[in-house]
C-alpha cells in the first residue's frame, strides 16, 4: 500500500479525521495503481453487487404461509424430516409439483428409494386428478382404474395426460433405481449437464448405501449426505432430502433437531431443516397401541417446523391442511391460525 494512504487509513482509524475528510483525502490518490499482490484484494461495491445479482434467492414451495419465512436453498440440502407415515413422501411430493408449475420451464427429478415407479407415478396422478374415489385408499383405487382399462371418469383421464405430458417434457421424472451415493452423484452430475434443473428430491437419505465400509451406520449417512452436499455445491442446484425419524419418547408431538442426531449429524450439511407432523396420524397411532378405535378424519391439519434455516428465522410453526385420499397439503383455509416462534 502506498505510504501517503496508509497514514491517511491510520489517521481515520484513530480519530484524527472524520470520514468527509478520509473521503477528500483518498480521491487524491485514485489514480493511484495498486501493486500486483494488491489486485486480487480489491473487492469495491461494484463487484459487490455484481456477485450479489448472480446469487439465486431460492426456490417457493407454493405455500405462501410458508413462502413468508423460508425459500428452498439453491447450491444446498433441504431436508423434510418426519416419522413414520406422517407424510414425509407426501411432503416431497406437493412441493415437487407446486415447484412445476411455478418454475414450468425447469426439470424435476424424484428419486424413490422406498417405493416403485409406479407408485410415485399413481400418486402424482391421484394428486393432479383431486377425484376421490375411495376416501380410505384412493391411490389404490386409481390403480386399480388404469389396471382395469376404465374411460368413464374425466378427471382421472385429464390427469393421466397431464402426467404423461409432464413426463415427456422431463418437467418430471421418476427414479426408483437403489443408486449407491456415488452412482448417485454421477447420475445428478449428467442430468444438470443435459438439462436445466430445478430441483433434486430424494426420498430418502437413509435408504442410500455407499460402496465404502464404515464402522457404523450413523457414520455412513454422514458420509452420503456430504457426498450429496458437494453436488448440490458444485453443480448448483437444490436437493431436498426426506429423513425419517423415530416416534421419539414422552415428548412425541415435539420434534427437535436433535431428533435428527441418530441419523448421522445430517442436519449440520443442511441449510434449510423443515420438520414435518401430522397430529391426526400421532393420535391414530397411540389409540391403536392402546387397542382404542378412532373417527376417520378427511381433512386434518398438517404441521411444518422451521427447525433450521441459514438464512432466515428458526422455530416458526405453520399450519397446512393435509386432504388424506388425495394425499394433498395446501394452504389452510382463511381464518386457520399460523403460530411464529416461541
Known amino acids: 500500500m502506498n505510504k ?9 482509524a484513530s480519530g484524527t479525521i472524520d470520514l468527509n475528510t478520509f473521503v477528500e483525502a483518498m480521491a487524491e490518490y485514485k489514480d493511484v495503481e495498486p501493486s500486483q499482490e494488491e489486485v486480487d484484494e480489491i473487492y469495491t461495491t461494484d463487484l459487490l453487487r455484481k456477485d450479489v445479482e448472480r446469487v439465486d434467492t431460492g426456490l417457493v414451495t407454493g405455500y405462501s404461509y410458508l413462502d413468508n419465512f423460508i425459500r428452498i436453498p439453491v447450491s444446498a440440502l433441504t431436508i423434510i424430516a418426519g416419522r413414520p407415515s406422517h407424510g414425509k413422501t407426501t411432503m416431497l411430493m406437493n412441493i415437487m409439483m407446486r415447484m412445476i408449475m411455478n418454475y414450468s420451464d425447469k426439470k424435476f427429478f424424484f428419486f424413490s428409494y422406498e417405493e416403485p415407479q409406479s407408485q410415485i407415478a399413481l400418486k402424482l396422478i391421484n394428486l393432479i386428478a383431486s377425484e376421490v374415489l375411495s376416501e380410505y385408499s384412493n391411490v389404490r383405487a386409481i390403480q386399480g382404474y388404469v389396471k382395469n382399462g376404465f374411460s ?16 415427456k417434457n422431463r418437467n418430471v421424472s421418476i427414479y426408483a433405481k ?43 449417512v454422514q458420509y452420503v449426505s456430504n457426498e450429496i452436499l458437494k453436488v ?74 422451521i427447525l433450521k434455516n441459514r438464512d432466515g428465522v428458526v422455530g416458526n410453526e405453520i399450519f397446512l391442511e393435509f386432504d388424506r385420499p388425495l394425499n394433498k397439503i395446501v394452504n389452510p383455509k382463511i381464518g386457520v391460525q399460523n403460530e411464529s416462534n416461541d
Open 178 to 220: 437403489s443408486y449407491d451415493v456415488e452412482e448417485l452423484c454421477v447420475k445428478i452430475r449428467q442430468l444438470v449437464e443435459e438439462h436445466d434443473v430445478g430441483a433434486i428430491f430424494i426420498d430418502y437419505i437413509q435408504k442410500i448405501r455407499t460402496k465404502r465400509n464404515f464402522n457404523s451406520r450413523q457414520l455412513e
Open 4 to 12: 501517503e494512504i496508509e497514514i491517511i487509513y491510520k489517521s481515520y
Open 152 to 167: 368413464d371418469n374425466s378427471n382421472i383421464n385429464n390427469a393421466m395426460k397431464v402426467y404423461d405430458q409432464l413426463a
Open 232 to 305: 448440490a455445491k458444485d453443480c448448483g442446484i437444490a436437493i431436498i432430502l426426506g429423513c425419517q425419524l423415530g416416534r421419539g419418547g414422552q415428548n412425541a408431538h415435539k420434534i427437535r433437531l436433535d431428533n435428527m442426531r441418530e441419523s448421522g449429524d445430517i442436519e449440520q450439511d443442511a441449510n434449510l431443516v423443515l420438520a414435518i407432523f401430522n397430529p391426526t396420524m400421532e393420535k391414530e397411532h397411540e389409540a391403536y397401541q392402546n387397542g382404542v378405535q378412532t373417527q376417520y378424519e378427511r381433512c386434518v391439519p398438517f404441521r411444518v417446523t
